[in-house]
């Protein structure tokens, strides 16, 4: 008989706001499940950053079939802007 | 019941009586097929080609074992591998997405048809043109458009293909697809895909029972998601 696959919860916090994942899916094993929620990330980065408000954060909880949360993987955007002293390669371009 | 083909191919011009009754004998056979069922296989020479006349089918390419990308969804009236006819080795394979009501037509019939029927053979012609044009559309909201508004305009282009052929109204319809088959046509991940549900059905683009999907909005969701049906040449012109 086949053996039955575990099953894992992909919640998803974006800055507050969550999204919790209603069916889950089913993975050979935690690692697999690891590789699906850094996919998810890195395709919402995507989708995402260059469009959300500094700084952002996405975080995917990967739960298992209890609910009872298992690892977090998490990708922070942020922009700083940096005032001081331009790079001597900058300085050399707008010399005549 | 209409011939779900003639149906189809009376979306770009009128039919003559000669070419409906050709093309009621085309389906006097149908065969019935359950889900999740190969009907063409990538690296089969098939000399039959597979009529769509009942369910969804999709088009796909084999990337690693249990992995794969689909590259078109069809629906009832598709005369979905009128590629075999021509490309001879399939680059690719189809399967059934739900249970299916099918005809295989010989290919030997369909050489019969392009020698005595111009018009008909024009109109398959379109009917694999606009196979490509779809496929132009994908590669294009691909590249461009993020996961939500791809996700949408797919939602957008199947409602506009199921309503031309006669089987969706309302903005109401059956998107018989699992969330791992959402994934193999967005390319995007299942977790992804799920969430883009969400988000979709939050900010009211679109509903969703199980798997039915209704579009309370029809211009928000098209303009969301940039979503032009040219490309689907729908209307009756002089072919």
């Known amino acids: 008989m086949e053996q039955k696959m575990p099953r894992y919860f992909f919640d998803l916090s974006d800055n507050d706001k969550i999204f919790l994942d ?66 001597e390669s900058d300085r050399s371009e707008r010399l005549p | 019941m209409t011939n779900p083909l003639a149906r189809k191919l009376a979306q770009y011009d009128v039919l003559s009586e000669e ?14 097929i359950v889900a999740h069922t190969d009907l063409v296989s990538e690296g089969s020479r098939p000399t039959e080609s597979v009529l769509l006349l009942e369910g969804y089918c999709a088009r796909y390419k084999s990337i ?50 392009t020698e005595r029927h111009p018009h008909l053979t024009r109109l398959l012609w379109l009917t694999t043109l606009i196979d490509s044009s779809i496929h132009r559309q994908w590669l294009t909201v691909m590249a461009t ?49 799920s969430h883009l549900f969400q988000d979709l059905r939050q900010r009211g683009l679109i509903e969703q029972d199980d798997s039915l999907i209704t579009i309370p909005d029809w211009p928000a969701l098209a303009t969301f998601a940039k979503f032009d049906p040219t490309y689907l040449s729908i209307g009756q012109e002089p072919r």
Not at chain 2, 19 to 32: A, C, F, S, V, Y
Request: glycine share 4%.
């Open chain 1, 22 to 87: 209603p069916e889950g899916s089913e993975a050979e094993h935690l690692e697999l499940a690891r590789d699906e929620a850094v996919r998810t990330l890195t395709e919402m980065a995507k989708d995402k950053l260059p469009e959300g408000s500094s700084p952002r954060k996405l975080i995917i909880t990967i739960r298992d079939e209890t609910r009872q949360p298992l690892e977090s993987v998490s990708i922070i955007f942020e922009l700083k802007s940096l005032p001081g002293v331009p790079l």
């Open chain 2, 19 to 32: 070419e409906n009754q050709l093309l009621d004998e085309l389906i006097e056979q149908p065969e019935k």
């Open chain 2, 64 to 113: 690693t074992p249990g992995k794969r990308q689909f590259t078109a969804i069809h629906i009832a009236g598709d005369f979905l591998d009128l590629h075999s006819f021509l490309i001879k080795k399939m680059d690719h394979s189809v399967l059934t997405l739900t249970p299916c009501v099918i005809v295989r037509v010989p290919h030997a019939r369909l050489t019969t048809i």
């Open chain 2, 145 to 193: 458009l993020d996961g939500l508004r791809h996700f949408a305009h797919l939602i957008c282009e199947t409602y506009v293909r199921l309503s031309a052929q006669g089987v969706a109204t309302d903005y109401r319809y059956t998107l018989p697809m699992t969330r791992d088959e959402l994934s193999a046509v967005l390319g995007l991940s299942p977790v992804h895909v």
